[in-house]
């Protein structure tokens, strides 16, 4: 009985990761690693865009402290000799995850590495925006987070079922940030909308056969039998004008979607974005 206190779980000493870019890949590493202990719940801290000796010297003090290991992948040769050598008066176990493959490779190529952070994100940058457009139109779909309107590329408009979520899909998957606000009758249009440029906002144009198709197929896919306002004819054409008029009221550009595919559509679009600001704006 008087033992018990010894297996009393203690959080374990923390990992330090440090990095001259984002600290993408050494947290990919320790994750990766974490994963083969199970049950185990190791604080992980990432100082990311590490230039200076003073940020180096300041993680290595706290490392110290709470008996940390630090793993880096520093590019800067200076900065990560430094970073080993102030660690190893301090007593702080260091990762190097770069140093002995640049190393190795200096001696193969007979060259010298750029050393320049964030390299590796630099020369992927056409990968990397296409991730966070993709990200940006995953997280504004269907009206949500309209704060953020004005940081979107396009903003695409329609009534329920005019195909505004595989449209944005598709432009988001090319890099273009979008985000889609649906028509709802009788709703005001978020205010944000009127803080983006009305050029960068696409109204979608259906016809009401198609859009009463498309309802009435998804109508039964969910199992709803009998008639609804949601597939009622008056009602969605009271909605198809509407949207219309909304449009033509704010100025917005109108792209008819009937019977179109989405690259069609997207091509129309992109045109003329890029016709009238040259090019995406991007953050």
């Not at 300041?58 to 402290?65: E, F, G, I, Y």
């Not at 010298?112 to 990200?135: M, S």
């Not at 803080?195 to 009435?216: P, S, T």
Request: proline content about 6%.
């Amino acid at each position: 009985m008087g033992h018990a206190g010894k297996h009393k779980t203690q959080t374990p000493p923390p990992i330090y990761i440090i990095s001259g870019g984002a600290g993408a890949s050494g947290e990919q590493v320790v994750e990766t690693v974490l994963a083969q202990f199970r049950d185990v719940q190791i604080p992980i801290h990432k100082i990311a865009h590490t230039r200076h000796r003073k940020q180096v010297r300041d993680v290595v003090l706290k490392a110290s402290r709470a008996n940390a290991t630090i793993v880096h992948t520093l590019v800067d040769a200076d900065l990560r000799q430094y970073l080993i050598q102030l660690a190893g008066g301090e007593e702080v176990v260091t990762v190097d995850l770069m140093g002995p493959l640049l190393d190795r490779l200096t001696e193969v190529l007979g060259r010298k590495p750029e050393g320049q952070p964030g390299l590796y994100r630099h020369l992927r940058r056409n990968y990397f925006d296409r991730i966070a457009a993709i990200e940006f139109t995953l997280a504004h779909d269907d009206g949500k987070n309209p704060q953020d309107l004005p940081r979107a590329d396009i903003v695409l408009t329609g009534v329920s079922r005019s195909g505004k979520t595989p449209l944005s899909m598709y432009l988001g998957v090319l890099g273009w940030k979008v985000a889609n606000v649906p028509l709802i009758l009788d709703s005001p249009l978020p205010s944000e909308l009127s803080q983006i440029d009305r050029g960068r906002v696409f109204g979608l144009d259906i016809d009401l056969d198609r859009v009463l198709h498309h309802r009435r197929q998804r109508q039964a896919r969910r199992g709803s039998i009998g008639p609804s306002a949601y597939t009622d004819p008056k009602i969605v054409c009271d909605e198809v004008e509407a949207a219309r008029a909304l449009c033509h009221k704010h100025r917005f550009s109108m792209i008819s979607v009937t019977d179109k595919p989405i690259e069609t559509s997207a091509d129309e679009i992109i045109e003329a974005v890029t016709r009238r600001f040259g090019d995406w704006s991007g953050d």
